[in-house]
């Protein structure tokens, strides 16, 4: 009989990889457009208990490489650290590469570990997440290596007071763009709007 067409997500699809399936399917490719997008963003039991998973590994391996102590350590040696940590507690692997970032460094959104030394006083970003099943965690913790400044714990809180914000504009339905301006107004109130390149995630 005749072959079924093999659905695909063309948005989703480099020309090459499309050209190698295509090959092997004989030609006979059908465009779902984002239909698969839609099914799979409505996660039954198994995969919800995937997500948790891979959220308990990552919070586990932070709470160990914390544990441990940063000061005296590069960024580059605690993001080393991390990625063991996260094996050891049954990441199958990273979810995306770590980011660990001192001082004025933790204000790259996308900082690249290197061989900045951690002192005490510096806040410290760790950006880090795990795939457990296919499924992957994304945690972003600030911590303070010791006592920190005033005009330091001053900004956290003001970052505080905004995460909070946008937590309680969560709900079903809610449009991101109003959890965004929900943290946003704090910031912006506070006088560091122009500092808050970043979306809120």
Same mark, same amino acid.
């Given at each position: ?22 090959? *092997?399917?004989? #030609?006979?490719?059908?465009?779902? #457009? ?35 102590? *940063? ?34 460094? #933790?204000? *790259? ?93």
């Amino acid at each position: 009989g005749e072959r079924a067409a093999l659905g695909f997500q063309g948005s989703d699809l480099t020309h090459a990889t499309y050209r190698h399936v295509r090959r *092997l399917h004989h #030609g006979r490719l059908r465009d779902v #457009g984002e239909q698969v997008s839609a099914l799979r963003s409505r996660k039954d039991a198994a995969e919800m208990a995937a997500i948790r998973r891979a959220c308990q590994v990552v919070e586990a391996a932070v709470d160990e490489v914390l544990a441990g102590g *940063l000061t005296g350590r590069t960024e580059a040696a605690v993001s080393w650290d991390l990625r063991a940590a996260m094996h050891s507690h049954g990441a199958e692997d990273l979810a995306f590469e770590s980011i660990v970032a001192a001082g004025d460094r #933790g204000a *790259l959104a996308h900082a690249i570990p290197g061989e900045r030394v951690i002192r005490r006083g510096d806040l410290v970003v760790i950006d880090a997440g795990a795939r457990v099943e296919g499924y992957c965690s994304d945690l972003t913790r600030t911590v303070a290596v010791g006592i920190c400044g005033a005009p330091a714990a001053e900004v956290y809180g003001i970052v505080l007071a905004a995460q909070r914000a946008g937590l309680a504009a969560v709900r079903a339905g809610a449009q991101g763009t109003a959890v965004d301006a929900a943290a946003r107004r704090v910031i912006t109130e506070a006088g560091y709007g122009d500092a808050f390149g970043h979306g809120t995630g």
